[in-house]
């Protein structure tokens, strides 16, 4: 006798991705679907007295399938998660993880330096450093007489 857990929010759970994933493509002229993305990662970003440090969870991803690029004090960080072709001998069960494009923008402060931004990945979690403008220190000016 096989014991099996019943979670009957599961079903739910996947239609519901499935809805979502279906409302968020774009049908083209051609009337085949294009997705703007298939998944959007999880960032944080955190403000710091000399800038701000955004990151986004990015697990399964290679660095070169990431692309980050600033225009027009819009950040965006795209990529893309391919899916593992399962072998002939694999017994997949479920699969849960989202796979295929992803896109997420964000308009940043016009106090940023947008030549100076970095970023750097490492154990699935994409860093990007945004620092910010020196602040322009008011200086007071002598009057001297005539």
Avoid at 31 to 40: F, M, Q, R, Y
Avoid at 115 to 143: F, H, Y
Wanted: aromatic letters at 4%; hydrophobic letters at 40%.
């Amino acid at each position: 006798m096989n014991i099996s857990r019943f979670e009957p929010w599961t079903f739910v759970d996947l239609l519901h991705r499935d809805l979502d994933r279906l409302a968020t493509h774009r049908a083209t002229p051609g009337g085949t679907e294009n997705p703007v993305a298939d998944w959007a990662p999880a960032v944080d970003i955190i403000e710091e007295k000399d800038g701000y440090l955004l990151r986004a969870d990015v697990p399964g991803v290679n660095p070169e399938d990431i692309d980050v690029s600033m225009d027009n004090g819009v950040l965006s960080i795209s990529g893309e998660r391919h899916a593992i072709a399962p072998g002939d001998d694999a017994g997949i069960q479920r699969i849960e993880r989202a796979t295929g494009r992803f896109l997420r923008r964000f308009t940043l402060p016009e106090t940023t330096n947008a030549d100076g931004i970095a970023a750097k990945c490492a154990n699935g979690i994409l860093e990007v450093s945004i620092p910010k403008t020196p602040e322009i220190q008011a200086r007071r000016i002598t009057v001297e007489a005539a």
